[in-house]
């Protein structure tokens, strides 16, 4: 039973470019939330995705957007990259109505 | 804004128990607690989640006083592999009913020989 994949491992982008980063969720899950992690911090959560729609956003800018599939994979999209959004961005699946999250091991993004 | 307080870090050696304190005073009647640990560059992994008294799984012991508003990760003889970062979170849940994970800094635990 495969549990949350993401891809790319690992990503180099300059600013202003766009990058869009995919999540699988583990098997049995049908909800998938996004987490933005700088270095020596711990995730901060950019939104949900539940039925194909973003359920819940926390305080990131419209550059961060997502969609979620009806296999209910997802993909993160961010626009007009900046140095600052260089990070670890993690994927969480669940299933919903249930408190545990399962995360993925996430994408390193580096914006030069 | 972090609903929990934990140490910043904590120092132990292999073979002894390490407990972990957690503040969350202002936690909420529908909230639950829940520990993840993380590797350096991986997902944090979920350890154990409870809501009141005391819950045990194979990896640790979680303990809950009656008002809630502390809780403590228990680790039984660490070892080396047990050097982490220890996050405690609290169930924020919205109107959805969904559950939305705030994380804090953490506690780094460093297990030396």
């Known amino acids: 039973d495969a549990g949350v994949t993401q891809s790319p491992t690992h990503l180099i982008k300059t600013r202003g470019q766009q990058v869009t980063l995919r999540c699988s969720p583990k098997?049995?899950?049908?909800?998938v939330s996004w987490y933005q992690q700088a270095l020596g911090q711990g995730p901060q959560f950019i939104f949900q995705y539940y039925e194909e729609e973003e359920r819940q956003r926390g305080n990131f800018p419209d550059r961060f957007s997502g969609h979620q599939f009806p296999n209910y994979s997802s993909e993160l999209n961010v626009n007009a990259l900046l140095l600052g959004d260089s990070a670890l961005y993690l994927c969480?699946?669940?299933?919903?109505?249930?408190?545990?999250?399962?995360f993925g091991p996430g994408t390193r993004l580096l914006v030069l | 804004l972090a609903k929990t307080t934990q140490p910043i870090s904590m120092d132990s050696y292999e073979g002894q128990e390490v407990n972990i304190t957690c503040s969350h005073n202002?936690?909420?009647?529908?909230?639950?607690i829940t520990w993840y640990q993380q590797f350096p560059s991986q997902g944090p992994r979920f350890i154990i989640q409870?809501?009141?008294t005391k819950v045990t799984n194979e990896v640790a012991s979680l303990f809950i006083p009656a008002d809630r508003k502390s809780s403590t990760l228990s680790l039984p003889r660490v070892s080396l592999s047990d050097t982490a970062v220890y996050y405690c979170l609290v169930g924020d849940m919205v109107d959805t009913g969904f559950q939305k994970l705030v994380f804090g800094t953490g506690t780094r635990l460093l297990v030396s020989p």
């Open positions: 098997s049995g899950h049908d909800t």
């Open positions: 202002n936690i909420a009647t529908n909230d639950y």
């Open positions: 969480a699946s669940s299933s919903d109505g249930q408190e545990t999250q399962y």
């Open positions: 409870g809501y009141k």
